[in-house]
């Protein structure tokens, strides 16, 4: 009994489901047909305006594009399909410039992912809805963007060329009088301290009122002294302590004894010392 009823259950369900499938092609069967005449309504065809079909660039009436061949395209393309090529040119006033010489296009690899376009700094760039780009050979999907001739660089107006005179005037000036200050410098004699006992007998000197005498005095006082700094020891140089000295040091400066903090000092010093005269030996 329990087999029978299984089986009209299962007979049930089949018909069922062959009814609901039987309904999306019903439903089709008494639906007006519509054919596409393509290609003979391509003139009138509507297609969407923001479909990808490929990229291309965006010329102004006078056939100039804004791309500044920063390369930003190029970097975010996920699967290299946009080459770009650069040329360097001189400019009128002496600088360089770096121009698009060829930016390519390979459709055929092109996923339509717009990320060249949404990152374009200087929007130069949009995708066409000419979906028409079938070919028989892969070679002519690479496509060169920059198809137009290069136009020659605008000529300088009279205003430009006075302002970059006179900068350039102007910077000649500035490095002249910095090389005039610089050899006036190097030329000026060095300047000459004079103890009190030596300023002091410069005053006496003055008071006489006596001009040559003043000047005799200065000049021995000056030469005196230079004599005494040439003869003066030199500073003793300072002594560069390595990693293990200096955390000696430390420790000995932790405990805040004067004594302890020169006596080491004066040791670690010494050892240095004469660790780098033997590596000069």
Request: hydrophobic content about 40%.
């Amino acid at each position: 009994m329990g087999s029978i009823k299984d089986y009209f259950s299962g007979l049930g369900k089949g018909v069922t489901s062959l009814v609901k499938g039987l309904q999306v092609t019903g439903k089709e069967f008494v639906t007006p047909k519509i054919t596409e005449k393509y290609p003979d309504n391509r003139e009138d065809m509507h297609i969407a305006q923001r479909f990808r079909a490929t990229l291309q660039f965006i010329y102004d009436n006078e056939g100039n594009h804004k791309c500044i061949a920063c390369g930003t395209c190029e970097r975010n393309c996920p699967n290299g399909t946009i080459s770009i090529e650069t040329k360097m040119v001189d400019t009128w006033d002496g600088k360089k410039k770096k121009k698009l010489d060829r930016y390519t296009y390979d459709l055929g690899s092109c996923t339509f992912c717009q990320l060249c376009v949404q990152t374009c700094p200087t929007n130069a760039l949009e995708f066409s809805n000419d979906f028409e780009q079938a070919v028989f050979t892969r070679s002519k999907l690479v496509k060169q963007l920059n198809y137009l001739p290069e136009k020659p660089e605008p000529k300088p107006t009279p205003e430009q060329i006075a302002k970059f005179e006179a900068e350039k005037q102007a910077k000649l000036e500035a490095a002249k009088a910095a090389a005039a200050k610089k050899a006036a410098a190097a030329e000026a004699p060095a300047t000459i301290e004079l103890d009190e006992k030596a300023k002091k007998a410069l005053a006496a000197a003055e008071a006489t009122g006596d001009p040559e005498k003043i000047a005799k005095v200065r000049a021995a006082l000056e030469k005196a002294a230079k004599l005494k700094a040439a003869q003066a020891p030199a500073a003793p140089a300072a002594i560069e302590l390595d990693e293990k000295a200096k955390k000696a040091l430390a420790a000995a400066e932790a405990t805040g004894d004067p004594e302890k903090i020169a006596k080491v000092k004066a040791a670690l010093e010494k050892a240095a010392k004469l660790k780098a005269e033997k590596g000069n030996a």
